[in-house]
Nanobody, 123 residues
Framework: QVHLVESGGDLVQVGGSLRLSCAASGRSFATNAMGWFRQAPGKEREFVAGITASSWTLYADSVKGRFTISRDNGKDEVYLQMNTLRPEDTAVYYC?????????????????WGQGTQVTVSS
């Protein structure tokens, strides 16, 4: 059975940093794109960052220059380094695995999802 497990969420002050991790088990996703999404209270889930199987990356405009997505295929892990955090970054962050090698912005492109990890940025 496939599992994606996120970790690293925490309470952090404005301007701080966090690194989220996502560990995959049950199968390898080395040939699949991976992504991070987030959902704030009362809002729809939104794309944050994606990384293709060949490690090309794409980002939502709201996080460009502040967040960095990376992957370690040997460990079947994906990471999201978040710097200069803002209160509007507060959300539950979800890791997702795409059904293809390419990454997109749409949630329907991603077939497997983790349970999420809470990130709270306090001012």
């Amino acid at each position: 059975q496939v599992h994606l497990v996120e970790s690293g969420g925490d309470l952090v002050q404005v301007g701080g940093s966090l690194r989220l991790s996502c560990a995959a088990s049950g199968r390898s996703f080395a040939t699949n794109a991976m992504g991070w999404f987030r959902q704030a209270p009362g809002k729809e889930r939104e794309f944050v960052a994606g990384i293709t199987a060949s490690s090309w990356t794409l980002y939502a405009d709201s996080v460009k220059g502040r967040f960095t997505i990376s992957r370690d295929n040997g460990k079947d892990e994906v990471y999201l380094q978040m710097n200069t955090l803002r209160p509007e970054d507060t959300a539950v962050y979800y890791c997702a695995a795409s059904g293809t090698a390419e990454a997109g912005f749409a949630s329907y492109e991603y077939l497997y999802w983790g349970q999420g990890t809470q990130v709270t940025v306090s001012s």
